[in-house]
């Protein structure tokens, strides 16, 4: 497993490299001037003339080359250090870290209401297989799936914020605030996951050893989960690993919808600000926390089924 995963860390190196660049060049090539926006902050409603802007280009660091900012963003990414914000004036990698935390309390909460609820329908549906309970199981999945997430945010708001209130529009003050976008996160993945899940028990069901285990007497509840969940789960594995790596990196539209202060929210309000040392440190960040999490799901094959060897799990 420590070769595997020394290979999986040097991999990762010009793929962040080859990121970090595609950041720079995209937002070099962004409209708008960010030493404009911040001389027309600092002078106070008067006119802007060329010597604030070239003053305000040189305090933010735009007056050097491209290759030397790139070189200099790199080497103070690599110690921690992700530069200053353009609108706040403080250092990005603090903003994460403040913004992390929340993103990662929704993120978990998400994804512990999609295990808890697509485990149990995607095994019933697959259980049932043809019979009226399958038949209207998949068709709440079907409805789930092709729900926007947006959209679901806005009914729960409008049903249970409004109508019934049971629980606060937004901003984060407690359990009850953290209902509403989890539940609105987890619709998606809750039909993606169950219906996954139920074809791949209909595909294991076929195989030999659930038949001998059927034929040595054991109640087909103890057959699907002690021996067709587990092998089952393996390709679900890896549709879980996409939904956390969105799910860290934070749903932009989501948050900001619930004034959810994470990492979702931050990316707006950098973009609409044009704060781009904030959206080059947000991007990198997602980078970083894709990587991790496929990094887990492929040593999670593993654990799952022994017959799997980390060399080939990526590519399955």
Same mark, same amino acid.
């Given at each position: 497993?420590?070769?595997?995963?020394?290979?999986?860390?040097?991999?990762?190196?010009?793929?962040?490299?080859?990121?970090?660049?595609?950041?720079?060049?995209?937002?070099?090539?962004?409209?708008?001037?960010?030493?404009?926006?911040?001389?027309?902050?600092?002078?106070?409603?008067?006119?802007?003339?060329?010597?604030?802007?070239?003053?305000?280009?040189?305090?933010?660091?735009?007056?050097?080359?491209?290759?030397?900012?790139?070189?200099?963003?790199?080497?103070?990414?690599?110690?921690?250090?992700?530069?200053?914000?353009?609108?706040?004036?403080?250092?990005?990698?603090?903003? !994460?870290?403040?913004? %992390?935390?929340?993103? $990662?309390?929704?993120?978990? @909460? &998400?994804? #512990? *209401?999609?295990?808890?609820? /697509?485990?149990?329908?995607?095994?019933?549906?697959?259980?049932?297989?043809?019979?009226?309970?399958?038949?209207?199981?998949? !068709?709440?999945?079907? %409805?789930?799936?092709? $729900?926007?997430?947006?959209? @679901? &945010?806005? #009914? *729960?708001?409008?049903?249970? /914020?409004?109508?019934?209130?049971?629980?606060?529009?937004?901003?984060?003050?407690?359990?009850?605030?953290?209902?509403?976008?989890?539940?609105?996160?987890?619709?998606?993945? $809750?039909?993606?996951?169950?219906?996954?899940?139920?074809?791949?028990?209909?595909?294991?069901?076929?195989?030999?050893?659930?038949?001998?285990?059927?034929?040595?007497?054991?109640?087909?509840?103890?057959?699907?989960?002690?021996?067709?969940?587990?092998?089952?789960?393996?390709?679900?594995?890896?549709?879980?690993?996409?939904?956390?790596?969105?799910?860290?990196?934070?749903?932009?539209?989501?948050?900001?919808?619930?004034?959810?202060?994470?990492?979702?929210?931050?990316?707006?309000?950098?973009?609409?600000?044009?704060?781009?040392?904030?959206?080059?440190?947000?991007?990198?960040?997602?980078?970083?926390?894709?990587?991790?999490?496929?990094?887990?799901?492929?040593?999670?094959?593993?654990?799952?089924?022994?017959?799997?060897?980390?060399?080939?799990?990526?590519?399955?």
């Amino acid at each position: 497993m420590g070769p595997y995963v020394g290979r999986r860390l040097l991999a990762a190196i010009p793929t962040l490299l080859a990121l970090s660049l595609l950041i720079f060049v995209l937002v070099s090539l962004a409209p708008g001037d960010p030493a404009e926006q911040l001389a027309r902050r600092e002078a106070f409603g008067r006119d802007v003339t060329e010597e604030d802007i070239a003053r305000s280009r040189a305090v933010l660091g735009l007056d050097r080359p491209f290759v030397t900012q790139f070189v200099s963003w790199v080497g103070g990414a690599v110690t921690g250090d992700l530069g200053q914000s353009f609108v706040t004036q403080e250092k990005v990698a603090d903003e !994460l870290r403040r913004k %992390v935390p929340p993103t $990662i309390e929704l993120a978990a @909460a &998400a994804l #512990l *209401l999609t295990l808890v609820c /697509a485990v149990p329908i995607g095994v019933a549906a697959g259980m049932l297989h043809r019979h009226p309970v399958d038949h209207v199981l998949r !068709l709440l999945a079907l %409805v789930g799936a092709s $729900i926007p997430g947006f959209f @679901a &945010a806005y #009914l *729960l708001i409008i049903a249970f /914020a409004t109508k019934l209130g049971m629980f606060p529009v937004a901003g984060r003050s407690g359990l009850k605030s953290l209902v509403l976008p989890a539940v609105s996160l987890a619709v998606v993945p $809750i039909a993606r996951v169950s219906r996954l899940l139920r074809s791949s028990l209909l595909e294991v069901f076929t195989e030999d050893y659930m038949r001998t285990a059927r034929a040595k007497g054991l109640s087909s509840l103890h057959v699907v989960v002690y021996h067709g969940l587990r092998n089952a789960s393996v390709p679900v594995l890896t549709v879980i690993g996409g939904i956390l790596g969105n799910l860290l990196e934070g749903v932009v539209i989501t948050e900001v919808i619930f004034a959810w202060p994470g990492i979702g929210r931050l990316t707006y309000d950098a973009i609409s600000q044009r704060d781009y040392p904030m959206v080059q440190g947000v991007v990198l960040f997602a980078g970083v926390s894709f990587f991790l999490v496929n990094l887990l799901v492929d040593l999670s094959y593993r654990m799952v089924d022994p017959r799997i060897r980390l060399g080939s799990a990526a590519s399955r």
